[in-house]
């Protein structure tokens, strides 16, 4: 059995709980269906009745008064139902990847009814009834899931080349710069116009970098290739955009006068099968990139119809740009789709004409001037213990992991002593999780854009670990904790819209499940700021989550001492949050205090005898 429990308070002579029937949402003519769906029906709410074709959920839609649009629920549009009045649209620019749209649930009518059901079994003891009712509440609710938008593939296996070898890779995080070096070996042929009459099985050994960095200030991603040594024109490869769906892929040749210079590039471009499907409904999406190698050179540069083919280059540059839109209301119209595509273009120009260099300087200012505000400092030795990177100075990262805390032989200077056992505290290695957790959050969340989800942007496929959402019964809390006490106040910037439209959706569950005013946000929620429990009720049913998360505001205004912020983002929730509990909780039978539940402390259970759980 899963955990379902009460909770209790003091009662506080000033907090008048509302009576029973206070709680009941009173009915209203035009929340209610006229035609063949009798169901009480609440704004936003969608019906569960499914129709298999467009042309018949119209004709059963324009039958009802109250009917206020139809919602698609499916990327090809073979699944329609019906739309309540009421809905908000909110066409909301985001620089952010997609969300699969799944996690649209919606409210159930007797929702409320459930809940004051399961409130009544918890308090006379029987929990497994509690469950059942608590289970209906949550079944059939489903969360979207993050996913990356595209995904630019290079391949530099192509003939002459052999397998990628001896590859190395580094993150710098105090400039949030990644480089990487390997060999490729590549036999030559009568083909390479550069070598005369080549011997047979001649072949030679190319070393290559790759620099890779993600502009905030230029919104692009710019990759550079080179060969270390001078050899040959070494660079060859195949490069697209890929992404999971249905899509439009297309490559062709372009140029772009950048200091008084023609400079060629390659073009590659990806987005939704069908432009003005607005991908799936409600999200549209388009990425670009330039595939641009050093002009100076005598290379060869190919479109293909979903690809960039070149070789005989010593640099390449690939600078990637994206655009995204989405809507929380289905029927919504989103702005022209092509304007993303002129969007994409404009970055990827911008950032061309600028220059690789001063693009990298832009970055490198933009992110250290954050990351450098504070710097950790650990003790060099402790309790007799060596503290360095290890005990020879070459391992790598995952191996400085591996053995962190446990012992080594410390190296002695003098010839035929025994080497002393010694146990290795790496601070160095405390100190750089520590840097590592600055960068990732100063890389997922700034202003303008959505707070950092569970896994990070970083997570790769079409869905990401646990969805990739928001986890609001503790995990999104403790990716924030840090930020002002780091002094990164750019980082919280992104949690005052995102709380502002989960109290806006938190209102309707409120309502439709509790009765009450204010609102409620339970243990997750995704980029549509579904309130409802979500999920299993063991994870999911925890109506103080979201007031925990709103929490985090006021404690930023504590560092930032931001009145008008404080007054016009701030307060606004924490007073709907508080609201909706001042109605939730209910006097004790004996009126010694106040209180709450059924809900779950979420990940936890206790026993009710020797045999079972709950």
Same mark, same amino acid.
């Given at each position: ?420 056992? /010694?146990?290795? !505290?790496?601070?160095? +290695? ?5 840097? %590592?957790?600055? $960068? *990732? ?125 404080? /007054?016009?983002? !701030?307060?606004?929730? +924490? ?5 909706? %509990?001042?109605? $939730? *909780? ?29």
């Amino acid at each position: 059995m899963k955990a379902v429990s009460s909770f209790a308070w003091p009662a506080r002579p000033l907090l008048t709980p509302p009576m029973q029937s206070e709680l009941l949402p009173q009915p209203t003519a035009a929340l209610r269906w006229t035609g063949p769906h009798k169901d009480k029906f609440i704004p936003g709410q969608v019906s569960n009745q499914k129709y298999a074709s467009l042309e018949e959920a119209k004709k059963v839609c324009a039958e009802m008064a109250t009917c206020g649009g139809l919602t698609s629920e499916g990327s090809e549009g073979t699944s329609w139902f019906l739309r309540g009045p009421g809905s908000h649209l909110n066409d909301s620019p985001s620089k952010e990847i997609s969300w699969l749209l799944e996690g649209r649930a919606v409210q159930k009518e007797d929702d409320f009814r459930t809940f004051q059901e399961a409130r009544k079994t918890v308090f006379q003891g029987n929990f497994a009834e509690t469950e059942t009712l608590v289970d209906r509440l949550t079944a059939g609710a489903k969360l979207s899931s993050y996913e990356y938008l595209a995904q630019l593939d290079m391949d530099l296996r192509r003939p002459p080349f052999s397998e990628v070898t001896v590859y190395s890779r580094r993150l710098h995080l105090d400039n949030a710069v990644a480089t990487s070096i390997f060999e490729v070996e590549r036999r030559l042929t009568g083909s390479d116009k550069n070598i005369s009459n080549p011997r047979p099985q001649l072949s030679i050994h190319s070393k290559h970098s790759r620099t890779a960095f993600a502009s905030n200030p230029d919104e692009v991603l710019w990759v550079r290739q080179e060969c270390v040594e001078n050899q040959l024109g070494c660079m060859a490869g195949d490069y697209t955009l890929t992404r999971v769906k249905d899509n439009f892929i297309n490559s062709s040749i372009h140029s772009l006068l950048i200091d008084g210079k023609k400079e060629e590039f390659g073009f590659l471009k990806l987005h939704p099968a069908d432009l003005f499907a607005n991908g799936y409904n409600n999200i549209g999406y388009f990425a670009c990139a330039a595939i641009m190698p050093e002009s100076s050179q005598a290379g060869r540069m190919k479109a293909f119809p979903s690809r960039i083919g070149l070789e005989g280059y010593q640099r390449v540059d690939i600078v990637i740009a994206a655009e995204s839109r989405y809507s929380r209301d289905p029927q919504a119209a989103l702005r022209d789709p092509r304007v993303l595509e002129g969007s994409c273009r404009d970055k990827l120009t911008r950032a061309l004409a600028k220059g690789y260099q001063r693009v990298l300087e832009s970055h490198k200012e933009d992110y250290s001037k954050l990351f450098g505000r504070t710097q950790l400092n650990l003790a060099t030795a402790m309790n007799g213990s060596i503290s360095t990177r290890n005990c020879d100075g070459s391992l790598t990262t995952p191996e400085r992991v591996a053995r962190y805390d446990r012992f080594c032989k410390r190296p002695s200077i003098h010839r035929g002593a025994v080497q002393e056992r /010694v146990r290795m !505290v790496d601070t160095g +290695l405390q100190e750089l999780l520590f840097d %590592f957790g600055k $960068y *990732l959050l100063i890389s997922s969340s700034r202003e303008g854009g959505q707070p950092a989800n569970l896994v990070g942007i970083w997570a790769e496929g079409e869905r990401s670990p646990w969805n990739g959402d928001y986890h609001l019964n503790i995990n999104m809390q403790m990716m924030y904790w840090a930020a002002d006490i780091l002094n990164l106040p750019e980082t919280v910037e992104p949690l005052y819209p995102f709380m502002t439209k989960l109290a806006q959706s938190g209102k309707i569950a409120a309502e439709c499940m509790y009765g009450s005013p204010g609102w409620v946000a339970h243990g997750f929620t995704d980029i549509w700021m579904n309130a409802r429990p979500l999920g299993a009720p063991e994870w999911s049913f925890c109506p103080v989550c979201g007031a925990w998360m709103s929490l985090h505001l006021y404690d930023s205004y504590r560092f930032n001492r931001n009145r008008s912020q404080l /007054v016009e983002e !701030v307060l606004p929730v +924490l007073s709907g949050a508080a609201e909706f %509990f001042m109605h $939730y *909780l209910i006097p004790a039978p004996d009126d010694t205090c106040l209180l709450s539940g059924p809900s779950h402390s979420p990940e936890n259970s206790f026993k009710i005898d020797a045999s079972v759980s709950a």
